[in-house]
């Protein structure tokens, strides 16, 4: 069985690449979880972050938004003490401003409507042939990341916007020989 070459053979890695990533999400919190994964995961390896995932779910309160964007210092401090999680301060900070954005954006238009429309609802399917051919951004997440900052996001940068949107399923990035790609693609 042919899967995408970066998800190695690590059993969790397998796991999250046949059921997880590319599979269109919708839920609004779902979707701030993984944004704000992909934040954390800047400079590491996306493996680093799903084995800490766990601790991240417990330091982070389940990711509510509502209860993230009202800590403060204690709560970063806490934070950057938990060696369960990337302890990264401008993340961590960066993260309490998001959650005061998510609650901006979800009062305005709900946070699932704001990404999805940028895909017109439905997402974008790729047929790349190998990952070589996959980019690391594009326009479109460059003007996602654009539209987050503007809402006062920090750590979306145009590379892990596209991350996001291939994880999320905004885009079927599956290359078109994994046993994944068509699957998903029905689910468009």
């Not at 995408?4 to 919708?26: F, I, K, M, N």
């Not at 779902?30 to 590491?44: M, S, T």
């Not at 997402?123 to 006062?152: E, H, M, W, Y």
């Amino acid at each position: 069985m042919e899967r995408c070459g970066w998800c190695g053979s690590d059993p969790l890695y397998v796991a999250y690449h046949d059921q997880e990533w590319g599979v269109p999400e919708r839920d609004p919190r779902a979707l701030w979880e993984k944004l704000v994964l992909d934040g954390f995961q800047a400079g590491l390896s996306w493996i680093t972050i799903l084995k800490k995932r766990e601790a991240f779910r417990a330091a982070f309160r389940g990711f509510d938004p509502q209860i993230i964007a009202g800590w403060g210092e204690p709560d970063v401090a806490r934070l950057l003490a938990d060696p369960g999680i990337v302890r990264h301060r401008g993340k961590i900070e960066a993260i309490i401003g998001n959650a005061q954005g998510w609650l901006r954006i979800a009062e305005a238009e709900g946070f699932d409507a704001f990404l999805w429309r940028h895909v017109d609802g439905r997402p974008l399917q790729n047929r790349f042939a190998s990952l070589s051919d996959v980019p690391a951004q594009t326009a479109l997440s460059q003007r996602i990341s654009k539209d987050l900052a503007k809402a006062g996001f920090r750590f979306v940068g145009p590379t892990i916007v596209y991350a996001f949107m291939q994880a999320v399923g905004m885009v079927n990035d599956h290359i078109v020989t994994c046993h994944c790609h068509d699957r998903i693609a029905a689910l468009a």
